[in-house]
């Protein structure tokens, strides 16, 4: 961000996406300790994230009075379920019509938002959990009301903890299914990776080492280079070789269908999130 805010910040909603935002934005820098704050539903889990990351923390919606009057930037982070109820808890606790509202739950139109925060800028985002340590990709939306000025300053939030697209709302589904939820998918197979070394007499220590390399280094190279995952592959895979052996082994299990479903019914579940 252009510039360090000064208790301006609101992060309702610690939970895990909330503390990635939160962490990722103080190690870069992006805002002070003292320029951001967060709220959670209970005394407990408010003690909790505060330890965790290291800022303030109100147990509730209406400790932080005084502090939602002057945000400038609310980033709603609760459950897709939650997030009309808390928007008009915002509204009635005197959010300035000044303040951006950014929500990232999953299936939660704009419009939806936009509807209960009447006189607010929202900007819709969908992060993923690697904004903890800044390597997170997030698409972001702005509503009617959203002014480049505010588009640009969500992207700046983003942008802090890892990369940021524009995209079409229509997209945002998809975007859920395939970025939101895809470190999941990639832990997944990491997982088994490593499984699969133990099996063939690696220390767990060991495997889980490589295949973290492995995972790191492919990834860098259909960055760096641009070529396509395909072409890439066909790099590693000599002719009569142990390659060629494992990709027929990971084809037969349908692994590249399976994979492809997989993001089409998360898209399907997102659909359905915003009620």
């Not at 915002?90 to 000044?98: A, M, N, T």
């Not at 088994?192 to 060991?206: E, Q, T």
């Not at 060629?244 to 359905?272: F, M, N, W, Y």
Request: glycine fraction near 10%; charge should be positive.
């Amino acid at each position: 961000m252009s510039r360090r805010a000064d208790s301006a910040i609101g992060v309702i909603g610690a939970g895990v996406v909330g503390r990635a935002l939160i962490q990722g934005m103080l190690s870069s820098g992006a805002v002070s300790r003292s320029g951001i704050w967060a709220v959670t539903r209970s005394g407990a889990s408010a003690e909790h994230a505060a330890k965790d990351a290291g800022v303030t923390v109100y147990a509730g919606l209406r400790k932080a009075r005084a502090s939602i009057a002057k945000a400038e930037t609310i980033l709603l982070c609760v459950k897709p379920k939650d997030v009309v109820a808390v928007a008009r808890e915002l509204r009635e606790l005197g959010l300035p019509s000044r303040a951006l509202v950014i929500s990232t739950a999953s299936g939660v139109a704009l419009a939806t938002l936009e509807k209960v925060l009447a006189d607010v800028a929202v900007v819709r985002a969908m992060p993923n959990t690697p904004c903890v340590v800044r390597e997170g990709i997030t698409a972001i939306c702005g509503g009617a009301r959203a002014s480049v000025e505010h588009v640009r300053r969500a992207r700046a939030i983003f942008e802090s903890v890892g990369r940021c697209v524009e995209l079409q709302e229509t997209l945002f589904d998809a975007v859920t299914g395939l970025s939101g939820s895809g470190p999941a998918y990639l832990y997944l197979v990491m997982e088994a990776l490593a499984d699969g070394g133990v099996r063939v007499g690696l220390p767990r220590d060991i495997a889980m080492e490589l295949v973290v390399q492995v995972a790191r280094g492919a990834a860098e190279m259909v960055r760096q280079t641009g070529r396509h995952p395909a072409r890439l592959r066909e790099d590693v895979t000599t002719p009569a070789g142990c390659t060629i052996g494992a990709l027929l082994i990971l084809e037969d299990g349908k692994i590249r269908s399976v994979l492809a479903r997989a993001v089409e019914e998360a898209t399907r579940i997102a659909r359905g999130l915003g009620g």
